[in-house]
């Protein structure tokens, strides 16, 4: 079975551009979920989608994150445009289970934004 | 708002020995899940362990085990037998459940030394 891959592995950019990550969930699991962590500090959740739906989107920094997720399946995270503050690791997870009952997130191995 | 705390940024251990790694959360509610996460130099993060709050027994998975003390919101990792490729990044994570989104710490880079 296939595990979660993001892409790209790395982004270099210049402030101002813009940037879309990928994510491809474990097929079959509905949950998907991005988090960031910034340099040192700790994992921050992002947003979470069950299916096509954004069941949470409470940890979106500001209007300049968009994360899309069509058809249920592959999750794209747009930032337009890109500050430096946006620099970090943006990670993907997914899992099978809704809320209520023991919740494994499996991780991809995370895209690499550097915000010049 | 619940939180987790890890206070030790690195930590290092000589091959074959033993190695706690801290973590501590705040939370206000009952039930919930408890996370230790490892994520090895470039490669990615896996679960290690696991420990659900209704469960007085600390969760043991071969030579990982955890100190679970929920009255004192502490959820320690000790790491038996160290190898090196526990070499890693290992973060303490809360699930509260009525929101699946994990809570993490800041991690702790723990090295095995040969």
């Known amino acids: 079975e296939a595990g979660v891959t993001q892409f790209p592995s790395h982004s270099v950019i210049e402030k101002g551009q813009t940037v879309t990550l990928r994510c491809d969930p474990i097929s079959g699991h509905d949950n998907l979920y991005w988090y960031r962590r910034v340099m040192g500090k700790e994992i921050k959740f992002l947003l979470h989608?069950?299916?096509?739906?954004?069941?949470?989107e409470s940890g979106m920094p500001n209007n300049r994150f968009l994360a899309e997720r069509t058809g249920g399946t592959y999750s794209t995270l747009k930032v337009q445009p890109a500050e430096l503050e946006d620099s970090g690791v943006y990670f993907c997870a997914s899992s099978d289970r809704l809320a209520g009952d023991y919740n494994e997130q499996f991780f991809g191995p995370g895209t690499r934004l550097t915000v010049l | 708002a619940q939180t987790v705390t890890q206070s030790q940024p690195e930590m290092s251990v000589q091959e074959a020995e033993t190695v706690t790694l801290s973590c501590t959360y705040d939370t206000s509610e009952n039930n919930y899940y408890l996370f230790w996460y490892k994520q090895p130099p470039s490669r990615q993060m896996i679960l290690v362990i696991r420990q659900e709050a209704y469960k007085q027994q600390n969760a043991t998975e071969n030579r990982f085990s955890v100190n679970f003390q929920k009255a004192a919101k502490s959820f320690s990792l000790k790491i038996s037998d160290s190898q090196l490729g526990d070499t890693a990044m290992y973060f303490c994570?809360?699930?509260?459940?009525?929101?699946?989104?994990?809570?993490f710490g800041t991690g702790t880079l723990l090295a095995v030394q040969p």
């Open positions: 989608f069950v299916k096509e739906s954004k069941q949470d």
């Open positions: 994570a809360f699930d509260g459940g009525a929101t699946n989104k994990l809570i």
